[in-house]
């Protein structure tokens, strides 16, 4: 038999993927997994013109494929979670399995979608969901599946982690290295779901939904992006040897029964395997409780890495409707009955990185390590530069150990100072 | 049904699985896979005191697990290619399902292994044979089927990495680093497969096999281990801004049939993401065309990290069995109709750092240049440093890319001169 595919949504990622289906098709053959392009949908029919496939197979409705009997398989590259979302529970209640690539999908309305897969026999596969052609969600489901998956802390946004790279090594301030980014294709016209933490956060519910075998929601998420760093914080970072990255952090507490899950902006030390990634590489840090601390490393997107992925869900599709197991991993756990709950981010304990913008005059250092010894929060370490202005002075102060709670509540007792000409810089230090 | 494992060689890792399958026993049943632990067999039974499982199960005879019909899957870790091969072709030949963490049995004995898997309708599965817990198996054959894989290199020994880490960081030479990791527990005794590269090699290989849907014969590949490294070579490298690893390095050639396959000491850019892989640290650097560069990373041999890769065949095999899928990853290509042909090394093109030891008088230096520009070898930089003995002085050249037919050609004559005092030692530079 032939497994038949149907694409719908033939923008960048979906023409990589035809692109990708054809030249792996004999390898894909001889490996027992013949695979046919049955069908492709996407109402922009102007991107059918570029798309090596003849005009046969092209629709603007998504309804022909999946209308289609003959199709098992149908790949969702719309994006978005409105039309995405009504295309995958149509196919799924089809008895169609789904391969998407739809982050969001998965993040805001997964259990949704894997309890209308399990009710109707079918399988839904997102390897590109996450960290694009690297095979995080396989190796998280698959080859760790002898772990408890303890801790995931990574750089999932490729747009965020290249504008924080020029950042550092151009001394560039945020606004002028977005503008180059969206003038290179790096970043979007609209880019606040990257920038915002947003895109990081879906990526980042779904890698915590599948290590606590329960349904992580993504709008419970503590979520900060990379908007407030400035070109200051990364030259005061480095000269404390450490580089500023967004990252997502998932922590199994052992003493709570929630999750630890957030994403924001850390400093990690500048020998961290973390720090060295850079531009727009992505990384994922698993530590498991045997395998101990893996690194999975590369391209986050683009066409052809998230291509890779898609096809990479095709081939095991495949096997499974050629093999007749409709279902080979669960789709069960990641459902509404099983909400696990996120410990509010006040809970978490850590080292902080605080630059305050002050007046500069006598007793002002003295004044905050006051109110932030009141609530048991030892100093690691203090810069105080020369003015740099006629108007503010930057204290510097990277703190040990704190809860957070403390932490913010010593905060907002300074922000009401006198002595205190801006808001507050607070950046979280991983180690 | 619940699928009966047998396990043969209860040693370190073999204790270890014991240890990840008993903890995970309710994950896995949960995920439909309920697995048994049905026989365990050592000739040394001395190891059976420490183990968390009953007399009844444990046997000297590993017959007793080949013959027990109710037994689906023989996990072979006993080690070696004599015995182990026995064990595995007789489980095969059984209709039992394989799994082991057997680099050389693979690498050495492969396509009669997965022949006689193919010809019993049965599978082979291997993760914990490249990379301890690293899914490097599963990501380069399921991952990134959607790849044509061009090129891997790789950090695929710990003990090598280890010593070469140490004898960076504090200045000693490889044998007082040796001694001490044998001290430690990380060389064995007789630590030639490792510091010679041998060990790396069996990895290699079965990657090799793996990117070329066909079979890379161990003993064809060039192999340079680790022993002839000095403290020099190390800090003149620093001095350059390089890193020395030992480094697996497969590549496919664009304008040869042959493959590129060879392990050596090589030294690579500080800022390379491999130079950053320190002590018992492996990575993979696989360069697919569709994904770009992938690196995986983690902890390549012990007994739970191995573990941790054992155990992830156990799903795999388990998840196969229940769906009646007996064989889902061809077996057939891995065979003895297919070999591989390996180019010779002196075919590749690199650079080469060049370290001379010669007597310190007018002419050397533009005597052994002109030798090596006679096979067109063109020098990038020289460090001479004054005299540090009355014998001899070293001398430093990297050269520009070149042939390695003509830069072998061009030591062997420099070597016959009177002016050289040892041996001269080379080291490809891998960009």
Do not use: W
């Not at 407030?228 to 199994?252: M, Q, R, W």
């Not at 709570?256 to 994922?284: C, Q, T, Y």
């Not at 997107?301 to 093999?323: C, K, M």
């Not at 409709?326 to 996120?342: D, G, K, Q």
């Amino acid at each position: 038999m032939t497994v038949q595919i149907g694409l719908i949504g033939a923008g960048t990622v979906g023409g990589g993927v035809i692109k990708v289906l054809q030249k792996q098709k004999s390898i894909l053959e001889k490996a027992g997994m013949p695979v046919r392009l049955a069908r492709v949908a996407d109402k922009v029919t102007s991107r059918f013109e570029t798309l090596p496939v003849g005009d046969a197979l092209c629709t603007a409705d998504a309804f022909d494929v999946l209308n289609d009997a003959s199709i098992d398989v149908v790949i969702e590259l719309i994006g978005g979670v409105t039309f995405a979302r009504t295309v995958v529970i149509e196919a799924l209640n089809r008895k169609k399995h789904v391969i998407t690539a739809n982050k969001a999908l998965i993040a805001e309305h997964g259990p949704e979608i894997f309890e209308c897969a399990e009710k109707n026999g079918v399988s839904v596969y997102f390897e590109a969901a996450v960290g694009g052609g690297m095979p995080v969600i396989k190796s998280i489901r698959e080859g760790l599946i002898g772990n408890d998956i303890v801790s995931i802390k990574t750089i999932i946004n490729g747009t965020c982690n290249y504008i924080l790279t020029r950042m550092s090594k151009e001394h560039l301030c945020f606004e002028d290295v977005l503008k180059q980014a969206q003038a290179n294709g790096y970043a979007e016209a609209d880019p606040t779901l990257d920038v915002g933490g947003g895109d990081s956060g879906h990526k980042v519910a779904i890698m915590a939904s599948l290590i606590s075998n329960g349904y992580v929601p993504y709008d419970k998420i503590p979520i900060e992006g990379i908007t407030s760093i400035s070109p200051e914080d990364i030259s005061f970072a480095h000269e404390l040897g450490y580089t500023i990255k967004l990252l997502g952090v998932i922590n199994k507490a052992e003493d709570s029964e929630g999750l630890d899950v957030r994403v924001h902006p850390a400093m990690v030390k500048d020998d961290h395997i973390l720090a060295s990634v850079s531009d727009v590489f992505n990384a994922v840090l698993i530590d498991g409780d045997a395998v101990g601390r893996i690194l999975i490393y590369g391209r986050g997107a683009g066409e052809l890495p998230t291509a890779s992925a898609v096809v990479s869900d095709v081939a095991d599709v495949a096997r499974n409707i050629i093999g007749k197991t409709a279902i080979r991993l669960p789709m069960s756990y990641y459902n509404s009955s099983n909400v696990v709950t996120i410990n509010p981010i006040e809970d978490i304990v850590s080292r902080y990185y605080l630059r305050f913008s002050v007046i500069d005059e006598p007793g002002v250092l003295a004044s905050i390590a006051s109110f932030l010894g009141e609530q048991g929060i030892s100093i690691a370490s203090v810069i105080q530069k020369e003015r740099h202005s006629d108007e503010s002075v930057p204290v510097i102060i990277l703190t040990h150990e704190a809860l957070e709670s403390g932490l913010k509540q010593a905060l907002s007792i300074i922000e009401e100072m006198d002595y205190i000409l801006a808001r507050t810089q607070m950046i979280r230090i991983e180690q």
